[in-house]
């Protein structure tokens, strides 16, 4: 794990400096949920908006994953120096999770605004929240890793992205339902279902990143 620290670190300093990724995707975030709210979306449909939306704006941010290093050459300095391609990967997506979570909980307090609902003190409701970004996160790092120098990248991402994270979403969005009922219910199958999807992606991205990199 040599370098992740410092990559993290890094990337989280690049974006609190340019300070514009952040809120463009908060703003998305709450114009697309209070459009939908005013539009006659019921509370049973806020689960749903909830996490396309964060699908939504996780895609925005991803597009900027990857644009420095490229924009700049970076990636070929980067493997010079020794980084390992899969410690790149993880810092990459650990930083690209602290964005889309912070926007996460931006859009969960929008929900109960623009929804008119309330969020219960379930336990099981910060484990969905968590493996649902981890796994749309897993996916969209390594997916914008692969787009990084393709000239299309800013259409191509979201066109691969949402389809390939739709059971990821719609595992969230059920769980999320179930959650915010007032009977409540079981996830256990969801959770499930998220952890191996974010798992899968990882294990993935840390065997073939070296090649994505390369190319």
Not at 33 to 44: D, F, R, S
Not at 145 to 162: D, K, N, Y
Not at 182 to 209: C, Q
């Amino acid at each position: 794990m040599s370098g992740f620290w410092a990559l993290l670190r890094k990337d989280l300093l690049v974006e609190s400096r340019a300070r514009d990724l952040l809120p463009s995707m908060a703003v998305l975030a709450l114009l697309l949920l209070a459009v939908t709210g005013a539009a006659g979306v019921g509370a049973p449909g806020a689960p749903a908006m909830l996490w396309v939306t964060v699908a939504v704006t996780c895609a925005l941010g991803l597009l900027r994953s990857f644009q420095q290093e490229t924009d700049r050459d970076q990636l070929h300095g980067l493997r010079l120096a020794g980084v390992d391609p899969a410690v790149l990967y993880l810092a990459k997506a650990a930083a690209n999770f602290v964005v889309v979570a912070t926007v996460e909980i931006i859009a969960l307090g929008a929900v109960t605004v623009f929804f008119g609902i309330s969020i219960p003190p379930r336990p099981a409701l910060p484990a969905v929240l968590l493996l649902g970004t981890s796994s749309l996160v897993a996916s969209g790092t390594l997916l914008g890793g692969m787009l990084a120098a393709s000239r299309m990248r800013e259409v191509l991402l979201p066109v691969l992205l949402l389809p390939l994270s739709a059971p990821a979403v719609i595992a969230a969005a059920g769980a999320t339902a179930r959650l915010l009922s007032p009977e409540g219910g079981s996830v256990a199958g969801e959770i499930g279902l998220l952890l191996a999807f974010t798992t899968l992606f990882v294990a993935v991205a840390v065997l073939v990143f070296e090649h994505v990199v390369e190319e």
